[in-house]
């Protein structure tokens, strides 16, 4: 397992991964990075150098589709909950509602919602552009400011308002 460290406009991004797939991509100091951010390796391969370099054309409004192989470890649920919201057109924003409903899961918004919360690569699925039926932000208070930030910086790139 190999890992790169790299800065954003909104903190330290750490992307994890192997010689073929990203394997994760947090913010570090995430709630939802559950490790301490290690150093990046000397010698890390390619395809991370890839993800970084797709990551900075998003933030400089370059880029709004991640082309970049990933493993995606869960259960089937998880799986299709996160792929799902890979579906979210950049500079939209759908309901966690609307998420189940597109799932056929309608009795599992909660579940749902905590699936989406959990998501264990940040950004290439873009769990900022889910939102609850009031089109609030949810999460814990580092996430939320995130999460506001790219929705606008989306919304500043794309023209679209998002709320």
């Known amino acids: 397992m190999f890992n790169l460290l790299m800065d954003s406009p909104i903190g330290l991004i750490e992307i994890k991964g192997n010689e073929h797939t990203i394997t994760g991509v947090y913010f570090t100091?995430?709630?939802?990075d559950k490790t301490a951010p290690k150093d990046s390796n000397s010698s890390v391969p390619d395809i991370l150098k890839d993800c970084a370099l797709q990551i900075l054309e998003y933030f400089e409004g370059k880029r709004e589709v991640f082309d970049i192989p990933v493993i995606l470890k869960g259960t089937e649920l998880q799986r299709l909950v996160w792929q799902e919201v890979q579906n979210v057109q950049y500079g939209k924003t759908i309901t966690f509602s609307e998420l189940a409903k597109s799932l056929n899961r309608l009795n599992a918004v909660m579940v749902i919602g905590q699936m989406v919360h959990n998501n264990p690569i940040q950004l290439?699925?873009?769990d900022h552009r889910i939102i609850t039926e009031e089109r609030i932000l949810t999460?814990?208070?580092?996430d939320i400011y995130r999460k506001d930030w790219?929705?606008?910086?989306?919304q500043r790139h794309n023209g679209d308002s998002l709320f």
């Not at 100091?29 to 939802?32: A, E, L, P, Q, W």
């Not at 790219?150 to 989306?154: N, P």
């Open 150 to 154: 790219l929705i606008r910086h989306e």
């Open 124 to 126: 290439l699925i873009p």
């Open 29 to 32: 100091g995430s709630r939802k």
């Open 139 to 142: 999460g814990h208070e580092d």
